[in-house]
């Protein structure tokens, strides 16, 4: 089945609606910003982003890659400067009003040799005189220290349920499905949030391959198979609910209490949202029980993420990862956030400065301030095996 060309926004509503990100990007280049570090895993997603920005603004768009070298893309023209220092160069000789998106630069930035540095330093100030902007794309942020005050950094949230409706939309037109209910279609869309649009368009055009319209569910069980790929988090199924519960009946009137927070009109009502539950006990007390019933009560999917794994071994790589789970579990709520064994993954934050240079004090202190400031509605249930001392 052919797929819609995911370079070129979907047809729907997202190719009228500017997306926040574009809108953003739009005004750092309009108030001349020299250079932005966008992190994204979503190569074709961001360059479409640009061309649109590109033609809104009249600007001329270059993208470069290792392979390719730089390429003009409405000229189609290819400068083969394949090396990153003759890329930069290059991007001397572009005219003014040019936007260049840099797709490999990031590797060369987690080991970067003084030359290229200074070689980019040079050419941020170039860039900053002739209205043009440098833009390095990565999936994950390497930014070396030298940089930090010199590029703007743009994390690009996963799709919304906008975007997803178009790609949906463009999977049926590919299809032939001339209608679907909207509950179907809304559910669809949700059941694909937190994938990226390739995934959410894979999904789609497999749902269809296999029951030859869209069915959600085969959309969810997908999604689950593509949450785990990252190892840090994994959709729980969950068949238990407060009844499989005994005892623990006040723990369980305060969650009943807040069954309905998450609606609209408790929202509305201007009711705040339950932050956080933190359950604490010795084991086989039924702390993980709770935590998947509380994802029953309040009808939402259940994420479970590996506190121990948030932690990598390359410098900046735990606070990437806190982030990318930070955006799945936005991208997919409301859900309910389990975090099993939470004393293990963030054991040691206090005396972090002497034992691993503050990396769990800082991605701690990252998360507590989530779950201080979120808006969206992503519940977090954690669970500490060490019993509560005073
Ligand atoms: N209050 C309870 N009511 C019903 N079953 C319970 C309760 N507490 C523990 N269990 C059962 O005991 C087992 C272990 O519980 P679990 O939730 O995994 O414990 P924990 O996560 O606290 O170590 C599970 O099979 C669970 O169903
Ligand atoms: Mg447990």
Known sequence: MPKPNPSKPPSSDSAVLPSEMSAAITHYIRAGYPGLYVVSAEELRVEAEFKAIAQTLNYSLHFWS????????????????????????????????????????HLFLSDPNPILLRKLKDTLLHTKLKQKLLVILGCRLCLPPELEHELTIVEFKL????????????????????????????????????????????????????????????????????????????????????????????????????????????????????????????????????????????????????????YGGIVGQSEANLRAVINTAEAIAPCCLWIDELEKGFAGSKS?????GGTSARVFGSFLSWMQEKTKPATTGEEQRRPYRC
Do not use: C, H
């Open 159 to 310: 799709p919304g349920p906008v975007e997803l409706r178009g790609v949906l939309g463009g999977i049926m037109e590919s299809a032939g499905i001339k209608s679907l209910e909207i509950e179907t279609r809304e559910k669809a869309v949700e059941a694909a949030s937190g994938l990226t649009t390739i995934e959410a368009e894979n999904a789609f055009a497999l749902s269809v391959a296999e029951t030859r319209t869209i069915t959600p569910s085969i959309i969810a069980r997908e999604k689950a198979q593509a949450v785990k790929k990252n190892g840090l988090i994994e959709i729980v199924e969950v068949r238990e609910t407060l009844n499989s519960i005994g005892g623990l009946d006040l723990l369980k009137d305060w969650l009943l209490r807040r069954k309905d927070a998450f609606s609209q009109r408790a929202q509305a009502y201007g009711l705040p949202s339950p932050k956080g539950l933190l359950i604490i006990g010795i084991p086989g007390t039924g702390k993980s029980l709770t935590a998947k019933a509380t994802a029953a009560v309040f009808n939402v999917p259940l994420l479970k993420l590996d506190a121990g794994k948030l």
């Open 352 to 356: 972090s400065g002497t034992t691993d």
């Open 66 to 105: 290792v392979v390719d070298g730089l390429i003009d893309v409405k000229a189609k023209t290819v400068n083969n400067a394949n090396d990153p220092l003759e890329a930069l160069e290059a991007v001397k000789n572009l005219p003014e009003k040019s936007v260049v998106l840099l797709k490999d630069f």
